[in-house]
């Protein structure tokens, strides 16, 4: 197992690519806390349609331990008490994955500022917060790895103002702190995924799925588990010596010119 013990805290794991790194991380090991606003998996239009069981009902399942706690991580004291939880609970916390995001479809002219603020503040604000309430205790438990979920769209737009923005910043972010905190042999890395079946795809008409899905290379779309053995890598000690790195998983979807 490579995450034997280490405690894990996930973002947005109720759902979609955060259940399947928690699940990844529960099959290694590890003690996983799944952070996120509602316990109930999100059903979507086109994926996950039945799903019903709790991320932490599923984590027992494997037999590994698991905790609820509900979370907006664009609210600081809601990430604080998350940080708090966590170590009350399991006296330590190692990992952090910064996984949920949301994207608001809209354009420059047609968008509220509201949805702008909104999205900026999940998907790159709240990067700052877990930073900001983790490190001591990565510090403290002399081992750390922290990774920024973002998505093949930090290189480039289609998804609306906010969104590629937001995970273009994810991307530097991740590197300044891996400045911060390397001597400490804590490392930060992000995770740029494809399309992946997630009800996150919602927002998409079934024309703009099928072109997503004729544009990656390999024979089919990506799963939330092809994120979860990504991000079991680079939480375990096979990638101590990997900081500040971004690793694309999106199976070629980027890979043509
Ligand atoms: N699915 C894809 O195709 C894809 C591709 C690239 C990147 N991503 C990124 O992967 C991450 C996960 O996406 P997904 O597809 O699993 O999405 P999803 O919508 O299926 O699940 C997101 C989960 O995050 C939770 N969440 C949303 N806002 C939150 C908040 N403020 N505080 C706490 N939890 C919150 C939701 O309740 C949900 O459980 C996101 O950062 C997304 O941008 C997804």
């Known amino acids: ?39 109930k ?12 069981t709790p991320t932490v009902t599923a984590i027992e399942e494997l037999g590994a331990e698991g905790l609820f706690v ?35 479809p809209g354009t420059s002219e047609t968008m509220p500022v509201a949805d702008w603020d909104r999205v900026l503040s999940v998907n790159l604000r709240a990067l700052f917060l877990t930073s900001k309430f983790a490190i001591p205790h990565l510090r403290a438990a002399h081992y750390g790895r922290m990774i920024h979920i973002a998505s093949v769209h930090f290189r480039g737009g289609s998804s609306g103002p906010p969104y590629a923005a937001s995970k273009a910043a ?21 995770i740029c995924p494809g399309f992946i079946e997630t009800p996150i795809q919602d927002y998409m008409t079934p024309a703009e799925i099928e072109a997503a899905r004729q544009r990656t290379v390999m024979p089919r779309f990506g799963l939330p588990r092809d994120i979860g053995r990504a991000a079991v890598f680079l939480a375990s000690d096979d990638a101590e010596w990997i900081t500040g790195a971004s690793l694309v998983v999106d199976g070629g979807y980027i890979a043509a010119i």
Not at 41 to 52: E, F, I, T
């Open 170 to 190: 994810v991307v530097n972010l991740a590197r300044d702190t891996a400045l911060e905190v390397g001597r400490d042999g804590i490392t930060v890395n992000v």
């Open 1 to 39: 197992m490579k995450l034997k013990d280490r405690v894990a805290i996930v973002t947005g794991a109720s759902s979609g690519i955060g259940r399947g790194i928690a699940l990844e991380f529960a099959k290694e090991g590890a003690k996983v806390v799944v952070a996120d606003l509602q316990e």
């Open 41 to 52: 998996p999100k059903r979507g239009k086109y994926y996950d349609r039945d799903l019903a």
């Open 70 to 104: 509900q979370t907006d991580v664009a609210r600081e004291d809601e990430v604080r008490n998350l940080v708090d939880r966590t170590v009350a609970r399991f006296g330590k916390l190692e990992i952090v994955v910064n996984n949920a995001g949301i994207n608001v």
